[in-house]
Nanobody, 127 residues
């Protein structure tokens, strides 16, 4: 079992920055691939970033490339999402998720592949 707790959300003006953190507890966290998802009102949940357990492989949705950066510190059992140049359309509840990694280079993009989820943190970007 892995428990995930997100933090770092809040209200920010357009163009601003936030850093989300996801602290994991439980066994074998360092062998889990991690993902950040978001869900805005009336929209489907989407993967904005994902990272393999080794940290070598990453994925970004086209809408966030160049603005969001996913990273992880396995010694601290934490994955981060650095969000820069935020836009009003980034407003959503952000969730982190974990799934046992299939290889050091593997990550998942579909929410159906993830086994564990945090409770979510609200990010609101004002124009």
């Amino acid at each position: 079992q892995v428990q995930l707790v997100e933090s770092g959300g809040g209200l920010v003006q357009a163009g601003g920055s936030l850093r989300l953190s996801c602290a994991a507890s439980g066994r074998s966290y360092s062998s889990y691939a991690m993902g950040w998802f978001r869900q805005a009102p009336g929209k489907e949940r989407e993967c904005v970033a994902a990272i393999s357990w080794s940290g070598v492989s990453t994925y970004y949705a086209d809408s966030v490339k160049g603005r969001l950066t996913i990273s992880r510190d396995n010694a601290k059992n934490t994955v981060y999402l650095q969000m820069n140049s935020l836009k009003p359309e980034d407003t959503a509840v952000y969730y982190c998720a974990a799934v046992p990694g299939r290889s050091s280079m593997w990550y998942a993009v579909s929410d159906r592949e993830y086994d564990y989820w945090g409770q979510g943190t609200q990010v609101t970007v004002s124009s």
